[in-house]
Protein backbone atom coordinates (compact mmCIF):
# COMPACT_ATOMS: atom_id res chain seq x y z
CA UNK A 1 0.00 0.00 0.00
CA UNK A 2 1.14 3.43 -0.40
CA UNK A 3 2.20 5.88 1.77
CA UNK A 4 1.83 9.66 2.13
CA UNK A 5 -0.60 10.95 0.03
CA UNK A 6 0.29 10.84 -3.75
CA UNK A 7 -2.66 12.76 -5.27
CA UNK A 8 -0.64 15.64 -4.33
CA UNK A 9 -0.11 17.64 -7.58
CA UNK A 10 -0.22 21.91 -7.60
CA UNK A 11 -4.08 21.22 -9.33
CA UNK A 12 -5.18 18.74 -7.05
CA UNK A 13 -3.70 21.44 -3.70
CA UNK A 14 -5.77 24.03 -5.60
CA UNK A 15 -9.28 21.59 -5.92
CA UNK A 16 -8.21 20.40 -2.21
CA UNK A 17 -10.76 22.01 0.53
CA UNK A 18 -10.95 19.57 3.70
CA UNK A 19 -13.26 21.32 6.34
CA UNK A 20 -12.11 20.22 9.87
CA UNK A 21 -15.21 20.93 11.83
CA UNK A 22 -12.47 21.59 14.91
CA UNK A 23 -9.53 23.43 12.58
CA UNK A 24 -12.23 24.80 10.11
CA UNK A 25 -10.72 24.41 6.44
CA UNK A 26 -7.20 23.15 5.62
CA UNK A 27 -7.28 23.98 1.97
CA UNK A 28 -4.92 25.80 -0.12
CA UNK A 29 -5.23 29.61 0.16
CA UNK A 30 -5.41 29.94 -3.27
CA UNK A 31 -8.31 27.70 -2.96
CA UNK A 32 -10.95 26.89 -6.56
CA UNK A 33 -14.01 27.42 -3.57
CA UNK A 34 -13.81 30.29 -1.24
CA UNK A 35 -13.29 29.92 2.67
CA UNK A 36 -16.73 32.05 2.29
CA UNK A 37 -18.76 29.44 -0.04
CA UNK A 38 -17.06 26.52 2.19
CA UNK A 39 -18.57 27.61 5.34
CA UNK A 40 -22.10 28.16 4.04
CA UNK A 41 -22.25 24.14 2.40
CA UNK A 42 -20.76 23.04 5.93
CA UNK A 43 -23.44 24.99 7.98
CA UNK A 44 -26.12 23.58 5.22
CA UNK A 45 -25.20 20.69 6.02
CA UNK A 46 -25.20 20.70 9.91
CA UNK A 47 -28.19 22.17 9.82
CA UNK A 48 -29.86 19.71 7.46
CA UNK A 49 -28.21 16.76 9.10
CA UNK A 50 -29.30 17.84 12.79
CA UNK A 51 -32.81 18.78 12.03
CA UNK A 52 -35.03 17.05 13.96
CA UNK A 53 -36.61 15.01 11.19
CA UNK A 54 -33.87 13.82 9.42
CA UNK A 55 -33.99 9.67 10.21
CA UNK A 56 -29.91 9.04 9.66
CA UNK A 57 -28.81 8.55 13.28
CA UNK A 58 -25.55 7.71 12.78
CA UNK A 59 -25.45 10.87 10.65
CA UNK A 60 -26.66 12.53 13.56
CA UNK A 61 -23.71 11.04 15.72
CA UNK A 62 -20.72 11.65 13.19
CA UNK A 63 -22.34 15.72 13.61
CA UNK A 64 -23.21 15.80 16.99
CA UNK A 65 -19.31 14.08 17.86
CA UNK A 66 -17.08 16.61 15.29
CA UNK A 67 -16.03 12.93 13.57
CA UNK A 68 -17.22 14.29 10.46
CA UNK A 69 -14.79 15.87 7.20
CA UNK A 70 -16.38 17.88 4.44
CA UNK A 71 -14.94 18.99 1.34
CA UNK A 72 -16.38 21.61 -1.09
CA UNK A 73 -15.45 21.36 -4.55
CA UNK A 74 -16.73 23.74 -7.75
CA UNK A 75 -18.21 20.71 -10.20
CA UNK A 76 -19.25 16.85 -9.75
CA UNK A 77 -17.19 14.56 -12.14
CA UNK A 78 -14.83 17.43 -13.48
CA UNK A 79 -11.17 16.66 -13.69
CA UNK A 80 -9.81 19.87 -11.84
CA UNK A 81 -12.01 18.87 -8.97
CA UNK A 82 -11.70 15.26 -8.87
CA UNK A 83 -7.93 15.84 -8.51
CA UNK A 84 -8.83 17.85 -5.11
CA UNK A 85 -11.13 15.19 -3.72
CA UNK A 86 -8.64 12.23 -4.01
CA UNK A 87 -6.65 14.42 -2.28
CA UNK A 88 -8.89 15.19 0.45
CA UNK A 89 -10.54 11.43 0.55
CA UNK A 90 -7.13 9.90 0.94
CA UNK A 91 -6.61 12.32 3.45
CA UNK A 92 -9.61 11.91 5.77
CA UNK A 93 -9.13 7.87 5.29
CA UNK A 94 -5.18 8.17 6.92
CA UNK A 95 -6.82 10.73 9.69
CA UNK A 96 -10.18 8.11 10.27
CA UNK A 97 -7.85 5.77 11.74
CA UNK A 98 -7.23 8.48 14.76
CA UNK A 99 -10.49 9.85 15.13
CA UNK A 100 -12.44 8.11 17.97
CA UNK A 101 -15.65 7.73 17.04
CA UNK A 102 -18.07 4.31 15.40
CA UNK A 103 -19.47 7.12 13.19
CA UNK A 104 -17.02 9.00 10.58
CA UNK A 105 -18.08 10.02 7.13
CA UNK A 106 -16.36 12.46 4.26
CA UNK A 107 -19.13 14.84 2.84
CA UNK A 108 -18.04 16.08 -0.76
CA UNK A 109 -20.41 18.85 -1.61
CA UNK A 110 -20.47 20.19 -5.51
CA UNK A 111 -21.42 23.70 -6.38
CA UNK A 112 -22.36 22.88 -9.93
CA UNK A 113 -23.93 21.11 -11.91
CA UNK A 114 -27.35 21.24 -10.13
CA UNK A 115 -29.33 18.17 -11.97
CA UNK A 116 -32.66 18.96 -12.94
CA UNK A 117 -33.83 14.76 -12.55
CA UNK A 118 -32.66 11.70 -10.61
CA UNK A 119 -31.23 10.00 -13.69
CA UNK A 120 -29.04 13.14 -14.19
CA UNK A 121 -27.53 12.87 -11.03
CA UNK A 122 -26.94 9.37 -11.05
CA UNK A 123 -24.93 9.60 -13.88
CA UNK A 124 -22.73 12.66 -12.64
CA UNK A 125 -22.38 10.39 -9.35
CA UNK A 126 -21.21 6.99 -11.56
CA UNK A 127 -18.55 9.54 -13.91
CA UNK A 128 -17.00 11.25 -10.34
CA UNK A 129 -16.83 7.71 -8.40
CA UNK A 130 -15.12 6.48 -12.45
CA UNK A 131 -12.72 9.10 -12.23
CA UNK A 132 -12.13 8.57 -8.55
CA UNK A 133 -11.18 4.97 -9.35
CA UNK A 134 -9.00 5.96 -12.09
CA UNK A 135 -7.05 8.06 -9.95
CA UNK A 136 -6.59 5.58 -7.24
CA UNK A 137 -5.88 2.56 -8.96
CA UNK A 138 -2.77 4.15 -9.93
CA UNK A 139 -1.45 3.21 -6.65
CA UNK A 140 -3.60 1.48 -4.87
CA UNK A 141 -5.54 -2.47 -4.97
CA UNK A 142 -9.44 -2.70 -4.40
CA UNK A 143 -10.39 -3.34 -1.11
CA UNK A 144 -10.17 -7.17 -1.07
CA UNK A 145 -12.86 -6.81 1.81
CA UNK A 146 -15.46 -6.36 -0.89
CA UNK A 147 -15.86 -7.18 -4.72
CA UNK A 148 -14.88 -4.52 -7.40
CA UNK A 149 -17.56 -6.00 -9.36
CA UNK A 150 -21.27 -3.52 -9.27
CA UNK A 151 -23.28 -6.71 -10.16
CA UNK A 152 -22.00 -8.64 -7.11
CA UNK A 153 -23.88 -8.84 -3.81
CA UNK A 154 -20.45 -8.74 -2.12
CA UNK A 155 -19.32 -4.81 -3.94
CA UNK A 156 -18.45 -1.83 -2.36
CA UNK A 157 -17.10 1.22 -3.79
CA UNK A 158 -13.22 0.97 -2.78
CA UNK A 159 -10.57 4.44 -3.06
CA UNK A 160 -7.44 4.34 -1.59
CA UNK A 161 -7.58 0.68 -0.46
CA UNK A 162 -10.73 1.02 1.78
CA UNK A 163 -14.49 0.10 1.23
CA UNK A 164 -17.11 2.86 1.13
CA UNK A 165 -20.57 2.71 1.06
CA UNK A 166 -21.99 5.98 -0.30
CA UNK A 167 -24.83 8.05 0.09
CA UNK A 168 -25.73 10.68 -3.21
CA UNK A 169 -28.41 13.49 -2.18
CA UNK A 170 -29.36 16.33 -4.47
CA UNK A 171 -32.10 18.69 -4.38
CA UNK A 172 -33.71 16.54 -7.44
CA UNK A 173 -34.30 13.70 -5.40
CA UNK A 174 -37.74 11.85 -4.72
CA UNK A 175 -36.49 11.09 -1.38
CA UNK A 176 -36.97 13.81 1.35
CA UNK A 177 -33.81 12.32 3.57
CA UNK A 178 -31.62 12.58 -0.01
CA UNK A 179 -32.82 16.25 -0.84
CA UNK A 180 -30.19 18.71 -0.50
CA UNK A 181 -29.86 21.82 -2.02
CA UNK A 182 -26.16 20.96 -4.15
CA UNK A 183 -25.35 17.87 -5.24
CA UNK A 184 -23.62 15.62 -2.31
CA UNK A 185 -21.54 12.74 -2.01
CA UNK A 186 -21.62 10.81 1.44
CA UNK A 187 -18.80 8.05 1.91
CA UNK A 188 -18.75 6.15 4.90
CA UNK A 189 -16.46 3.29 5.71
CA UNK A 190 -17.57 0.41 5.31
CA UNK A 191 -15.37 -1.55 8.17
CA UNK A 192 -17.94 0.76 10.28
CA UNK A 193 -21.10 -1.35 9.48
CA UNK A 194 -19.07 -4.62 10.31
CA UNK A 195 -18.26 -3.19 13.39
CA UNK A 196 -21.77 -2.44 14.08
CA UNK A 197 -22.41 -5.60 13.49
CA UNK A 198 -19.62 -7.41 15.99
CA UNK A 199 -20.69 -5.53 18.81
CA UNK A 200 -24.42 -5.81 18.15
CA UNK A 201 -25.53 -2.49 17.66
CA UNK A 202 -26.45 -2.51 13.90
CA UNK A 203 -29.94 -4.10 13.75
CA UNK A 204 -31.18 -2.06 16.27
CA UNK A 205 -30.17 0.92 14.70
CA UNK A 206 -31.17 0.11 11.65
CA UNK A 207 -34.57 -0.61 12.16
CA UNK A 208 -34.80 3.07 14.10
CA UNK A 209 -33.33 4.46 11.08
CA UNK A 210 -35.75 2.82 8.60
CA UNK A 211 -38.85 3.58 11.06
CA UNK A 212 -37.73 7.17 11.04
CA UNK A 213 -37.19 7.45 6.98
CA UNK A 214 -41.17 5.92 7.00
CA UNK A 215 -42.35 8.61 9.38
CA UNK A 216 -40.56 11.38 7.19
CA UNK A 217 -41.58 9.97 3.84
CA UNK A 218 -44.43 8.08 4.08
CA UNK A 219 -42.57 5.01 2.72
CA UNK A 220 -39.86 3.07 3.07
CA UNK A 221 -36.92 3.48 0.47
CA UNK A 222 -37.54 0.43 -2.14
CA UNK A 223 -34.12 0.21 -2.98
CA UNK A 224 -32.20 -0.56 0.63
CA UNK A 225 -30.90 -3.52 1.24
CA UNK A 226 -28.13 -5.28 3.38
CA UNK A 227 -24.86 -5.31 2.58
CA UNK A 228 -24.63 -9.46 0.60
CA UNK A 229 -28.51 -9.51 -0.30
CA UNK A 230 -28.15 -7.15 -3.35
CA UNK A 231 -25.23 -4.91 -4.82
CA UNK A 232 -25.38 -1.67 -3.05
CA UNK A 233 -25.10 -0.04 -6.36
CA UNK A 234 -28.57 -0.10 -6.86
CA UNK A 235 -28.57 2.30 -3.64
CA UNK A 236 -25.83 4.52 -4.12
CA UNK A 237 -27.91 7.52 -6.02
CA UNK A 238 -31.13 7.14 -4.25
CA UNK A 239 -33.33 6.35 -7.89
CA UNK A 240 -35.57 3.80 -7.71
CA UNK A 241 -34.36 1.69 -10.38
CA UNK A 242 -35.91 -0.82 -12.57
CA UNK A 243 -35.50 -4.47 -12.90
CA UNK A 244 -32.17 -5.59 -14.66
CA UNK A 245 -30.88 -2.25 -14.58
CA UNK A 246 -26.94 -1.81 -15.10
CA UNK A 247 -24.43 -0.23 -13.30
CA UNK A 248 -22.48 2.33 -15.87
CA UNK A 249 -19.35 1.96 -13.22
CA UNK A 250 -16.60 -0.05 -14.93
CA UNK A 251 -13.55 -1.61 -12.60
Given at each position: MTTGNPFNS????????????????????QRSVSIQESQKVESQLRNFILDRNFPCLAAKASFNTNSYRVGVYRTLGGKNSSLGLS???????????????????????????????????????????????????????????????????????????????????????????????????VFNPHRQFEELKQNGTYSTMKAKIRERDQQLQGSLNPMLQDFGEGSEAKQYSGRNVAEGWKCPFHP
Amino acid sequence: MTTGNPFNSTAAKVHSNYINPHLSSLGSPQRSVSIQESQKVESQLRNFILDRNFPCLAAKASFNTNSYRVGVYRTLGGKNSSLGLSHDLLHFIQEQERLESDYTSFLAAFLSPIPDSEKEFEQLLWNQLQELHRQSSRYFEWDSSVSQHPDDPEFSFSFGGTAFYVVGMHPSSSRKARSFPYPLLVFNPHRQFEELKQNGTYSTMKAKIRERDQQLQGSLNPMLQDFGEGSEAKQYSGRNVAEGWKCPFHP
